[in-house]
């Protein structure tokens, strides 16, 4: 920078006597945080207004991973993917970077790697109960943690053998349901935990409703005849009805729903009303 001859102060505490047209440095030492250094110019007319800067000094807590994925196939195999983050919660350094990697099934969350430099996590589930799976990941320098990414989850285990039945009394049993927004409006099915568990549909006024909750798979027997029941009701009741229709496939999807359990039907009722169908 080019200067008059002036007086240089730092954070009130540092002076220096500086000479024309020359480029200054200095080092300081401060603690580790936000800091805010001044710089304040004067010759014999007088002083400058303040020049401010706010940096962070240190080790910065990184944000998070980024696109952090997971696949499981059907053989078990989970891999979890991620990206490293590319800067710190207050934009300050974060330094080199390792990841701790957890397991989490049915509200129980288990370490399974720690301390690894690879953006890449694998390992292969033994089958059993029926469970969602997912995996977090936490991003640590050498003094500092990041918040803990989540991936999406999946379902992976034994069909649920009969006879069944859930009161979905738990938002981690509720994971093991697939949650379909077809109309894709943001207004779908989702846990609650209002009357001790339920699962509840979003209103949208501006669409028909499109919007599915599909059972984990259910192991069936062939020549077999199976009821199936559940409760359901309108929280508008007749003032505001709804419309259910149950259906039955082998995969969950939409699309795989081919069978009919109970027709197209209006819910007009504020209170629980008992459907049953045949299968």
């Not at 500086?18 to 002083?47: C, H, P, Q, R, W």
Request: glycine fraction near 8%; proline fraction near 4%.
């Amino acid at each position: 920078m080019l200067i008059t001859p002036f007086m240089l102060t730092v954070l009130k505490f540092l002076r220096v006597q500086l000479k024309l047209e020359k480029e200054v440095s200095t080092d300081l030492t401060v603690d580790e945080g936000v800091t805010n250094f001044i710089v304040i110019l004067s010759n014999e007319a007088g002083e400058s207004p303040r020049a401010k800067l706010s940096m962070y000094i240190g080790n910065d807590s990184p944000e998070e991973v980024e696109n952090l994925q997971l696949t499981l196939d059907k053989d078990g195999k989970a891999t979890v993917t991620w990206e490293a983050p590319k800067e710190g919660v207050h934009n300050g350094y974060i330094g080199q970077l390792t990841y701790d990697v957890f397991r989490n099934i049915g509200g129980q969350s288990e370490k399974v790697s720690t301390y690894q430099t690879d953006t890449t996590f694998s390992e292969t589930i033994t089958k059993g109960k029926l469970s969602s799976y997912s995996y977090s990941v936490q991003a640590i320098n050498s003094t500092k943690k990041s918040a803990i990414a989540t991936t999406n989850g999946e379902i992976y285990g034994n069909a649920i053998e009969v006879p069944f039945s859930d009161d979905f009394a738990t938002k981690e049993s509720s994971l093991i349901y697939t949650i379909i927004d077809a109309n894709n409006d943001n207004s779908t099915w989702y846990w609650s935990d209002a009357k001790g568990g339920v699962f509840k549909c979003k209103y949208d006024p501006k669409n028909h409703g499109d919007d599915w909750l599909i059972t984990p798979p259910i192991h069936m027997k062939p020549g077999k005849t199976y009821n199936v029941s559940f409760q359901a009701m309108a929280v508008g009741g007749a003032t505001y009805p709804e419309r259910l229709e149950v259906k039955w496939g082998t995969n969950n999807t939409a699309e795989a729903m081919t069978g009919e359990l109970l027709p197209k039907t209006v819910l007009n009722s504020s209170t629980y009303k008992t459907f049953t169908g045949t299968r």
